[in-house]
């Protein structure tokens, strides 16, 4: 999960550093023409935190950082099996760079999922 958090936030946060230090504008706001990428801020802001958390409750044996990260898994496998399926529609429709993220995605799902089934094997019940 902090691997996952470390690639999203180097994602967003790298293509802005150049922009801030290089005026280099990222690719994505020049295909799309907008002015703002609302992904790359509901990344940052709403995925990235969450993982980062769900980590360290994880790290710390706590059970709400089992809860945390077996959500936070699954909804990051169903997000990379989004974005797989998306590549060859993408490619099919001309857009220029589609299969770019196909590794990477395919490298997520797989992690993400592999992690969501090691946590579930290894939970055991808490009794209060």
């Known amino acids: 999960m902090l691997l996952f958090a470390a690639i999203l936030g180097t994602v967003w946060i790298g293509q802005w550093l150049a922009f801030v230090f290089a005026g280099t504008i990222p690719q994505l706001l020049i295909d799309t ?4 990428h609302l992904v ?14 769900g980590a ?9 950082g089992y809860l945390t990260s077996i959500v936070l898994l699954v909804q990051c496998t169903g ?21 770019d993220g196909l590794l990477l995605w395919l490298f997520i799902a797989v992690g993400c999922m592999a ?6 094997k290894n939970m055991r019940l808490v009794e209060s």
């Open 40 to 53: 790359a801020a509901l990344d940052l802001s709403m995925v990235v935190p969450p993982l980062i958390l």
């Open 56 to 64: 360290i409750g994880l790290l710390k044996n706590r059970p709400w």
């Open 79 to 99: 997000t990379a099996a989004v974005l797989i399926v998306t590549s060859p529609v993408q490619a099919a429709t001309g857009i220029p760079g589609a299969w």
């Open 33 to 36: 023409g907008g002015s703002v």
């Open 115 to 120: 992690s969501v089934v090691g946590l579930l």
